[in-house]
């Protein structure tokens, strides 16, 4: 665990509440982030300074999605549905009302939007029309994480009830499902090749599956003490990280899950409480990370 070097860069601080979801920017010095304050706010990894405040909701922000060739935001506020902000003009356009549960995550295909809730189900909403296109209930415990693989033409979807499922892009029907861990899925993330699936669970196991092979199990680690947040890859596709709610981030190889490098409180000043996002910039390498701990820190890593 020699060959890189981690340096903490500075700490965002102006969230009044555990930090629960970030997002890349128009510019790679740029994200976004959401919190149990239901502050959206853009932060600068160039200049350092304070957060812009973009928008304000009653409600917890546990997902956010960037439209970054629309210039828009989508914040998902729990207990609520999805708002589309004019971030440029800090400007809400318009809502959709979808669940009385958490909004957990929001990802998009082409002029689709995904949402994934509390209550199970995921929503598959029409971006132009602005409209809920479908519903879908395969479990009765929460889907947590969507990952998407326009390659394979699927998506990937997390749920508590400790499986996989794997859905059809063109007509959303089930493809594959798996009891893939002792305990919720909390983070799926494809590989930038799309060969393998990541899934991260409140189990602490971080494993690998071969997308090419029905995503038979590759590869399998006890990765944290508790359980595993986020899943995030580097720019380059050659390493990736994970979040875990024991107060660490842990950088791995990506070829066979090897770990390289503990960042925790003890050894870098790491955060204090649970990681919760992770977001792998192409500013200079750096690594973002949000926590309960109402901050958000930002890590140089230098492989050598």
Same mark, same amino acid.
């Given at each position: ?48 300074? &304070? ?67 509390? &209550? ?50 063109e007509d959303f029907k089930l493809k594959h ?75 791995? &190889? ?51």
């Open positions: 665990m020699n060959n890189l070097q981690v340096t903490k860069l500075h700490t965002f601080i102006g969230h009044q509440d555990c930090v629960y979801a970030l997002q890349p920017g128009a510019a790679p010095n740029l994200f976004f982030s959401g919190g149990g304050d239901g502050l959206l706010v853009q932060w600068d990894l160039q200049h350092l300074s &304070d957060g812009e405040l973009i928008a304000k909701f009653p409600n917890s922000i546990y997902a956010l999605l960037h439209l970054k060739e629309k210039k828009l935001i989508l914040a998902g506020q729990n207990f609520s549905g999805i708002h589309l902000i004019d971030y440029q003009n800090k400007k809400e356009l318009t809502s959709l009302q979808l669940t009385s549960s958490y909004i957990f995550d929001i990802q998009s295909f082409g002029n689709h939007i995904i949402i994934a809730t509390g &209550d199970g189900i995921l929503t598959i909403v029409d971006l132009e029309k602005w409209e809920i296109k479908k519903r879908i209930k395969a479990s009765e415990k929460s889907a947590r994480a969507v990952a998407i693989n326009p390659m394979k033409g699927e998506m990937a979807v997390g749920y508590s009830d400790y499986s996989l499922r794997i859905f059809s892009l499902e798996i009891i893939a861990h002792q305990n919720s899925v909390f983070a799926v993330s494809y590989s930038p090749d799309r060969k393998y699936l990541l899934s991260g669970s409140r189990d602490a196991k971080l494993k690998a599956w071969d997308v090419d092979a029905n995503y038979r199990l590759a590869e399998e680690v006890s990765a944290h003490l508790y359980a595993i947040n986020h899943i995030a890859f580097s720019p380059n596709g050659k390493y990736v990280a994970t979040a875990s709610m024991d107060k660490s981030i842990k950088v791995w &190889d990506d070829k066979d899950l090897k770990l390289l490098k503990v960042i925790d409180k003890g050894r870098h000043a790491g955060h204090g409480t649970s990681v919760n996002k992770l977001l792998w910039t192409s500013y200079n390498n750096q690594l973002v990370s949000a926590s309960d701990d109402r901050t958000i820190s930002a890590w140089d890593l230098l492989f050598l």
